[in-house]
């Protein structure tokens, strides 16, 4: 099992910053890659940014150059830098935990707002 805690969403203005984080418990060491996705009201849940334990990274093309996706394996943690935030950006933030197999699991999310 593995539990994911996303934290960092919030409100803020257009061309803002916000980073949001997401610790990782339980049976860490099966965890292949993770990353970040999105949902805004009435869309399909999104790929944002991933990173593999090889610290590769890959980036939806409405996000590159904006965020940067990165980890601290000592704290079991990833991050998403999140800048010149638009009000497109507006989601539910997940973080997502990729093991073998196809074995996924998600946090709750956190919600993100930009305002114009």
């Known amino acids: 099992q593995v539990q994911l805690v996303e934290s960092g969403g919030g409100l803020v203005q257009a061309g803002g910053s916000l980073r949001l984080s997401c610790a990782a418990s339980g049976s860490i060491f099966s965890i292949n890659s993770m990353g970040w996705y999105r949902q805004a009201p009435g869309k399909q849940r999104e790929l944002v940014a991933d990173?593999?334990?090889?610290?590769?990274?890959n980036y939806a093309d409405s996000v590159k150059g904006r965020f940067t996706v990165s980890r601290d394996k000592a704290k079991n943690t990833v991050y998403l830098q999140m800048n010149s935030l638009k009000p497109e950006d507006t989601a539910v933030y997940y973080c997502k935990g990729s093991l073998a197999f196809g074995i996924n699991y998600w946090g709750r999310g956190t919600q993100v707002t930009v305002s114009s």
């Open positions: 990173i593999t334990n090889s610290d590769e990274t």
